[in-house]
């Protein structure tokens, strides 16, 4: 197979894993728990209202956070789309920055892998993955090894030792 058919192959497996991520704004507002009731509802939701303001710079409402973040990465992609690179990965770190979840990580590896940057590329993988792990989504993050291996090796066996840590801590 040519290095056009390899490179296809690479993209379809990450953009299928990257994609598969679920969206931003539920990563911290959605858990999925047993049945309880009303008030425990109540008292949860109350409770995870609190902690997305604690993680919020200012004094901003998290309406206002997650409509800054959906304009952040609605730039991010518009700018990667129109072929503003340097802007769409300045987008992408300012999303890091602020809101750091494996998406974004994923998202900034595939522009690095598209325009040729694999170290970066690889580094930004190695990042979503770790991040994943760190989510308690193990599998996620294992579907990113087989890029990471032909990337970076020595981030692949990285990202395997991490693996294998988090699995003895739950034993």
Do not use: C
């Not at 304009?71 to 602020?98: C, F, S, V």
């Not at 020595?154 to 395997?160: M, T, V, Y």
């Amino acid at each position: 197979m040519g290095k056009i058919g390899q490179i296809s192959i690479v993209t379809m497996v990450v953009v299928f894993v990257l994609s598969n991520f679920p969206p931003a704004i539920a990563a911290d507002a959605v858990k999925v728990e047993p049945a309880k009731t009303k008030t425990e509802r109540s008292e949860n939701k109350a409770k995870q209202a609190q902690n997305i303001a604690k993680k919020a710079p200012g004094k901003s409402s998290s309406k206002e956070q997650n409509a800054q973040l959906d304009r952040l990465a609605i730039q991010a992609r518009a700018d990667y789309w129109h072929g503003n690179i340097n802007g769409a990965i300045t987008a992408y770190e300012k999303l890091i920055k602020e809101h750091p979840q494996p998406r974004w990580y994923g998202e900034l590896g595939n522009i690095y892998y598209q325009t040729g940057r694999p170290q970066l590329a690889a580094k930004n993988y190695y990042l979503a993955a770790k991040s994943l792990i760190a989510e308690g989504r193990p599998l996620e993050a294992g579907a990113l090894l087989p890029i990471l291996q032909r990337l970076d090796p020595p981030l692949a066996q990285e990202l395997l030792a991490q693996q294998t840590r988090t699995k003895e801590k739950r034993k």
